[in-house]
């Protein structure tokens, strides 16, 4: 059972008392028809649309003469002009999540990524995360006619991701630069005296009704606030697509803070530097190239070469750890630059998906140096970013800690 079918087998109302009726009608939306299906239930109307639409893609073709059934087939063949009204049907009847998944299962199941790239069909289709992943994959056999409408869709998932990250970005990452950057022996000009209080109220002598203030927390002078350097390493294999479009925004968002000086390298066998677009993440997608092989090894030693500041650098490597490179070579890195004072976080997915395929063997490895690697969803890495800049322990899944 596919998720569009488990979303239409659902009941209308939680809770709800389903008659027989429509009991039936659900399962013969799920099961597809046909005499297999057992429910000999007819559709009509809308029903009728919405089951065409799944039969499109889902469906399978009548049964030959022997009565087996005939292979599975899809309805939608390589019509652009067909397969844009079948987008336009299932974003009638679907909802926007639904739409999406369908829309990855087409471009999967039936071989359609050759459609986007006619500008007619990138007009039609929801645009989300992985349909970037796609256009960014074709990039380099995409028309110039086809160029400026993927720029357009692109364009439109980044201003809404930067709408749901940014603000959370900026008030986490300021949080922690600002308290990474409080004293513990400050000019009494300069105490903290709500934090001094909170953190000294198990000190509090009843008799005296007051705080004994053992430990004075005070603000950073602005000229003792020390800049942090973050590096994005971001490996921009086929299977990280999602990643290396959130590290593209997230890159964006780091790069806009003064306190933040940000460079975004990404990678496959060779390395590319893109912190000079930072200013505008479409441009640093389409300098992506996914696809090709993986090289860790060289790409940590071109972002050793730039570390100047080592314990004000935080080096983020977002790859899924399937190394073609040097593999000791790699830990090396990771261990020398960990010596140095530089916090290094190993992120095998930034993405909201489930858990990602990765390389178990180089994961424990990079635990053992002190470098947990674990999955990270674009919600969690502000938090993660802040316990980096602190030098505290980062807020690490249960299961990724024990790995």
Known sequence: MTDVDADLGAGAVPGADVDGDERLRRWRMVLGGGPADGTGRRLSGRD??????????????????GG??????A???????????????IRRYFPAGVVQVMQRDAIDRLGLSALLLE???LE??????HLVGTLLSLNKAMPETTKETARAVVRKVVEELEKRLAARTRATLSGALDRSARVNRPRHGDIDWDRTIRANLRHYLPEHRTVVPERLIG????????????????????????SVVYASVFGAVLASMRAIDTRLVVFDTSVVDLTDHLDDPVDVLFGTRLG????????????????????????????????????????????????????????LALSDEGAPSYDREHATALAALGAPAFACTPDLFPEVMAAAIEKRPLPVPDAAARR
Request: proline share 5%; net charge neutral.
């Open 68 to 73: 087996a059934p005939a292979p599975r087939s």
């Open 292 to 347: 090709g092989g993986t090289d860790i090894n060289r790409a940590l030693a071109y972002c050793q070469s730039r570390i100047t500041r080592p314990a004000e650098t935080v080096v983020v490597l977002v790859s899924d750890l399937y190394e073609g490179g040097i593999r000791d070579e790699m830990l090396k890195r990771v261990a020398a630059m960990k010596a140095s004072g530089v916090q290094f976080v190993a992120l």
């Open 219 to 242: 603000h950073g002078r602005a000229s003792k606030a020390v800049k942090k350097d973050v590096v994005l390493c971001v490996d921009q294999s086929g299977s990280m697509a999602a």
């Open 119 to 121: 500008p007619e069909m």
């Open 48 to 65: 009728a649309a919405m089951d065409q639409a799944l039969e499109a893609l889902y469906g399978t073709a009548p049964r030959g003469d």
């Open 124 to 129: 039609a289709v929801e645009a989300d995360v």
């Open 75 to 89: 309805g939608l063949g390589g019509s652009a002009p067909q397969v844009a009204r079948w987008l336009g049907d």
